[in-house]
């Protein structure tokens, strides 16, 4: 994606690195044709058509070329141009040609977020002239020559069009010193290794299957278990917190998604209908109908508000197939769903909840940096605008009160509500969408919802549709990937490996101990195979098992366990009393 000029403080500098690398590329082709150059988050990229695949010794080569560039340290020189006199100067670049006859016909076309301008300009460095709206650095110079880097090319066709030529995209990075650069190719080894799909086949976690169909996850019985403790956890906790759980179908009338609106403003998300004694019935892609059905079987007082339905809801919504991702960008998921129905004397209070609920939850697993978005009022909406004052008021308090930073997307809400999307940071410093609180002022005008108010007259309750881990698919991806498999004792789908050092001698002490372990509660197995101690430690630490408790002669006797973390930490032999003790406290202190 595009970076802005007004929000990236790398802007001019990698776009920048990207001219510096387009000259490069030119010197060492010159029959090449450009596409687009823009500065793209913690990078940059450029398109050419050239006349044979680019080497990894290319990459250096254009590297060593955008040294002498920089060195040279060449002023970015801008001016506007006519029409005629661009179409002169790029007589030899189609691509830029299109893009010029664009800009003329009052299009933005430089392919360049940021700005909506249909002036034609360049910017030159050297011998080196190109269609930019800038903006860029003064002088070469100013790219650090120790902070940049050349990462990888791929293929990508000129305006995304696969009808259109494909060209070779050069991805390159750049940074303001050596330190930052280091830093951040250091974060994409790590994401490489932390990556969910990788490590859901390494650790057993999870499948995708051609046969069941993309994007729709078979979760393995590792996998299964971190999503259980998972959700047992959760739904104690909403429990506690007023939280009341429905269950409802997969699958409803078109007349209720008719009602509903989804078959008018999301129909290209659903799946196509099924035929049910002639009456077309679709999955739902989603729970809120269901819920509200819930709160219509009867009539409401204003003393039973507020209701807070709470589902874990599996929904089914059509996503392209270039777009599906392991867990994260999926056909079918769980979304662990909530549903408020509130007075307007009690909504202020119940959003305060609601995002006190969620912190409090994402916190306990780990999760602990948070970055929120509130998306106001747009042009077009449903609800009265007092309405939406109030509710958009009560969202940014709520984020004030808990001091969540925010950036507010202004008119960026839907039509039926303003929200707060909240995102967590991982290990990596990655911004993963998880939580939305959203109001919503058009199903219960849709629906007709009511309830008698203390004045025995009927009004509209507020309603709020609440996801907290979001889709417990992506929720399990992003908490693979913050623990790189790694998952803290309590959430571990096994705690602990029994090693005996001998199979023929300390088997049957193995298993005592870990049906020992199984009585306390802990999860627990024993490495029967036949390999040899040091290759069961090992291969316990790539499974990423929280505790090795290795037992021979000596632990035989002592009623004791020769424990070792993952980490490589020996902490030598233990009585295993103690060590159920000792994981039972780390599990009971995880909340
Ligand atoms: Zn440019
Ligand atoms: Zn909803």
Redesign the pocket.
């Given at each position: 994606m595009p970076v802005s000029v007004a929000t990236d403080p790398y802007y001019r500098l990698r776009?920048s690195a990207?001219?510096v690398m387009a000259q490069a590329v030119l010197e060492l082709f010159p029959e090449a044709t450009l596409g687009i150059?823009p500065p793209i988050e913690d990078g940059f990229y450029y398109d050419f058509d050239l006349p044979r695949p680019l080497t990894p010794d290319d990459l250096q080569e254009i590297e060593r070329r955008m040294r002498h560039i920089i060195a040279e340290d060449l002023p970015f020189i801008y001016r506007v141009v006519g029409a005629d006199e661009a179409r002169a100067l790029f007589k030899h670049q189609p691509y830029k040609l299109e893009l010029i006859d664009g800009l003329a016909a009052g299009r933005d076309e430089?392919g360049?977020a940021g700005g909506d301008s249909t002036t034609i300009s360049t910017?030159r460095q050297d011998g080196f002239e190109?269609l930019?709206?800038?903006p860029?650095l003064e002088r070469t110079g100013q790219i650090p020559a120790d902070a940049f880097a050349l990462l990888n090319v791929s293929g990508a066709y000129w305006r995304g069009d696969e009808r259109r030529p494909m060209l070779q995209r050069i991805y390159g990075t750049a940074w303001n010193s050596k330190a930052e650069l280091e830093h951040y190719l250091w974060r994409l080894e790590e994401a490489k290794k932390r990556d969910h799909r990788r490590l859901g086949k390494e650790l057993d976690l999870y499948s995708v299957s051609e046969e069941v169909g993309p994007g729709l996850i078979l979760w393995h019985p590792k996998g299964a278990l971190v999503r259980i403790i998972a959700e047992e956890f959760s739904r104690q906790a909403h429990l506690e917190h007023g939280y009341e759980w429905v269950i409802s179908p997969h699958i409803g009338r078109a007349v209720l998604w008719q009602t509903s609106g989804h078959l008018d403003f999301f129909r290209e998300n659903m799946f196509a209908p099924m035929d049910v004694d002639g009456d077309p019935y679709f999955a739902k892609p989603m729970n809120c109908p269901f819920h509200i059905q819930i709160y219509k079987t009867r009539l409401r007082s204003y003393r039973e508000l507020p209701l807070r339905y709470a589902e874990y809801g599996t929904l089914y919504r059509y996503e392209r197939s270039g777009v599906l991702h392991g867990l994260t960008r999926v056909r079918g998921f769980t979304q662990d769903d909530a549903h408020i129905f509130c007075r307007p004397d009690q909504m202020e209070d119940e959003i305060s909840k609601a995002l006190a609920f969620s912190l409090y939850v994402l916190r306990t697993f780990g999760l602990i940096e948070f970055k929120a978005y509130l998306s106001t009022k747009p042009d077009k909406v449903v609800g009265d605008a007092a309405d939406w004052e109030r509710a958009t008021e009560a969202l940014r308090r709520a984020l004030v009160e808990h001091s969540i930073s925010y950036d507010i997307d202004e008119g960026g809400g839907a039509f039926y509500g303003p929200k707060i999307d909240l995102k967590v940071k991982d290990a990596l410093d990655r911004e993963w969408q998880l939580s939305t609180i959203q109001f919503d002022f058009n199903l219960p005008a849709r629906f007709g919802l009511e309830y008698a108010g203390e004045d025995g007259r009927p009004h509209q309750p507020y309603m709020v549709h609440r996801a907290l881990f979001g889709s417990m698919e992506r929720f399990f991806g992003v908490l693979i990937e913050h623990y790189a498999g790694a998952f803290p004792v309590w959430l571990a789908p096994v705690q602990a490996v029994v090693i005996p050092i001998s199979t023929e001698r300390h088997l049957q002490y193995a298993h005592d101990v870990a049906e020992r372990l199984k009585a306390a509660g802990l999860r627990a197995t024993v490495d029967e195979g036949k390999e040899r101690m040091q290759a069961k430690i090992r291969e316990a630490q790539l499974q990423k098992v929280p505790y090795m408790l290795v037992v021979g002669d000596r632990e035989q006797v002592a009623d004791a366990v020769a424990v070792r973390r993952r980490s490589g930490d020996d902490l030598g032999a233990v009585p295993v009393a103690s060590f159920i003790a000792r994981v039972r406290d780390e599990v009971a202190a995880h909340s």
């Open positions: 776009h990207a001219h150059g430089y360049e910017y190109d930019c709206r800038g860029h």
